[in-house]
Protein backbone atom coordinates (compact mmCIF):
# COMPACT_ATOMS: atom_id res chain seq x y z
CA UNK A 1 0.00 0.00 0.00
CA UNK A 2 2.87 2.45 0.71
CA UNK A 3 3.66 2.42 -3.11
CA UNK A 4 0.35 3.69 -4.25
CA UNK A 5 -0.59 7.22 -4.61
CA UNK A 6 -3.19 9.36 -2.41
CA UNK A 7 -4.83 10.94 -5.41
CA UNK A 8 -8.18 9.97 -6.57
CA UNK A 9 -8.28 7.56 -9.48
CA UNK A 10 -7.44 9.12 -12.79
CA UNK A 11 -5.58 12.36 -11.21
CA UNK A 12 -2.57 13.17 -12.01
CA UNK A 13 0.48 14.87 -9.70
CA UNK A 14 -0.42 18.46 -11.01
CA UNK A 15 -3.71 18.60 -9.94
CA UNK A 16 -2.64 17.31 -6.34
CA UNK A 17 -3.23 20.48 -3.75
CA UNK A 18 -0.37 22.59 -3.45
CA UNK A 19 1.28 23.25 0.34
CA UNK A 20 0.53 26.91 1.75
CA UNK A 21 2.12 28.41 4.43
CA UNK A 22 -0.83 28.58 7.59
CA UNK A 23 1.14 31.91 8.19
CA UNK A 24 -0.01 32.81 4.34
CA UNK A 25 -3.52 31.33 4.73
CA UNK A 26 -4.13 32.99 8.06
CA UNK A 27 -3.72 36.30 6.61
CA UNK A 28 -5.72 35.61 3.63
CA UNK A 29 -8.18 34.79 5.83
CA UNK A 30 -7.88 37.56 8.23
CA UNK A 31 -6.58 40.92 6.83
CA UNK A 32 -3.63 42.52 8.73
CA UNK A 33 -5.30 45.76 10.05
CA UNK A 34 -4.99 49.07 9.57
CA UNK A 35 -1.74 50.97 11.54
CA UNK A 36 -0.78 54.46 11.80
CA UNK A 37 2.75 54.47 10.62
CA UNK A 38 5.92 55.58 12.61
CA UNK A 39 5.71 59.11 11.30
CA UNK A 40 2.27 59.82 11.63
CA UNK A 41 1.97 58.56 15.70
CA UNK A 42 5.24 61.17 15.71
CA UNK A 43 2.75 63.84 14.41
CA UNK A 44 -0.34 63.05 16.41
CA UNK A 45 1.69 62.52 19.50
CA UNK A 46 3.28 65.69 18.93
CA UNK A 47 0.24 67.15 19.27
CA UNK A 48 -0.81 65.04 21.97
CA UNK A 49 2.04 66.04 24.10
CA UNK A 50 1.60 69.39 24.00
CA UNK A 51 -1.95 69.63 24.77
CA UNK A 52 -1.75 67.62 27.91
CA UNK A 53 1.18 70.13 28.62
CA UNK A 54 -1.77 72.54 28.51
CA UNK A 55 -4.21 70.68 30.62
CA UNK A 56 -6.64 70.22 27.78
CA UNK A 57 -5.71 66.63 27.17
CA UNK A 58 -5.26 63.51 29.54
CA UNK A 59 -5.36 60.18 28.16
CA UNK A 60 -5.42 58.48 24.63
CA UNK A 61 -6.16 55.16 23.10
CA UNK A 62 -5.09 53.32 19.80
CA UNK A 63 -7.54 51.14 17.78
CA UNK A 64 -6.16 49.52 14.90
CA UNK A 65 -9.22 47.89 13.31
CA UNK A 66 -10.04 46.10 9.91
CA UNK A 67 -10.84 49.07 7.92
CA UNK A 68 -9.04 52.19 9.52
CA UNK A 69 -6.92 53.08 12.63
CA UNK A 70 -8.61 55.59 15.49
CA UNK A 71 -6.77 57.70 17.01
CA UNK A 72 -8.75 58.75 20.59
CA UNK A 73 -7.97 61.66 22.87
CA UNK A 74 -9.85 62.08 25.96
CA UNK A 75 -9.93 64.73 28.80
CA UNK A 76 -10.74 62.08 31.39
CA UNK A 77 -10.17 58.32 30.95
CA UNK A 78 -14.04 57.53 31.72
CA UNK A 79 -15.62 59.27 29.11
CA UNK A 80 -16.23 59.52 25.58
CA UNK A 81 -13.22 60.95 23.40
CA UNK A 82 -13.00 64.64 22.68
CA UNK A 83 -11.61 64.00 19.22
CA UNK A 84 -10.62 61.08 17.00
CA UNK A 85 -7.81 61.12 14.38
CA UNK A 86 -9.00 58.39 11.94
CA UNK A 87 -7.06 57.13 9.13
CA UNK A 88 -9.22 55.27 6.72
CA UNK A 89 -7.21 53.81 3.35
CA UNK A 90 -10.49 53.68 1.56
CA UNK A 91 -11.03 57.05 1.45
CA UNK A 92 -7.78 58.12 0.02
CA UNK A 93 -8.85 58.41 -3.56
CA UNK A 94 -12.00 60.97 -2.58
CA UNK A 95 -12.24 62.88 0.34
CA UNK A 96 -8.64 62.08 2.07
CA UNK A 97 -7.72 59.21 4.60
CA UNK A 98 -7.17 61.34 7.79
CA UNK A 99 -10.15 63.27 9.45
CA UNK A 100 -10.48 64.67 12.96
CA UNK A 101 -14.16 64.03 14.32
CA UNK A 102 -15.54 65.30 17.42
CA UNK A 103 -17.34 63.39 19.99
CA UNK A 104 -20.76 64.15 18.64
CA UNK A 105 -19.43 62.47 15.25
CA UNK A 106 -19.14 65.38 13.55
CA UNK A 107 -16.16 65.74 10.89
CA UNK A 108 -14.19 68.55 11.87
CA UNK A 109 -11.67 68.40 9.21
CA UNK A 110 -10.57 65.92 6.33
CA UNK A 111 -7.44 65.78 3.77
CA UNK A 112 -5.15 63.74 2.30
CA UNK A 113 -2.06 65.09 4.35
CA UNK A 114 -2.07 64.11 7.78
CA UNK A 115 -0.10 67.16 8.63
CA UNK A 116 -2.80 69.93 7.20
CA UNK A 117 -5.49 68.07 8.95
CA UNK A 118 -3.90 68.12 12.59
CA UNK A 119 -3.49 72.11 12.00
CA UNK A 120 -6.81 72.02 13.30
CA UNK A 121 -5.12 71.20 16.75
CA UNK A 122 -3.27 74.71 16.25
CA UNK A 123 -6.36 76.88 16.89
CA UNK A 124 -8.08 76.75 20.33
CA UNK A 125 -10.65 74.40 20.20
CA UNK A 126 -13.08 73.77 22.84
CA UNK A 127 -16.33 71.68 23.35
CA UNK A 128 -19.61 73.75 23.81
CA UNK A 129 -22.17 72.42 26.43
Known amino acids: MADQSDLPAGARAQDAAVVVSLSEYKRSLDPVPVTFHRRELDAIL ?5 MVGEGEWKDYAIDHLKDRA ?5 KRSGEMPLFRVE ?7 KQGAYSVISTNGMIIKRGHEL ?3 LKVFDKALKLID
Open 46 to 50: WIYGR
Open 70 to 74: VFSIF
Open 87 to 93: KNPKLAG
Open 115 to 117: QQV
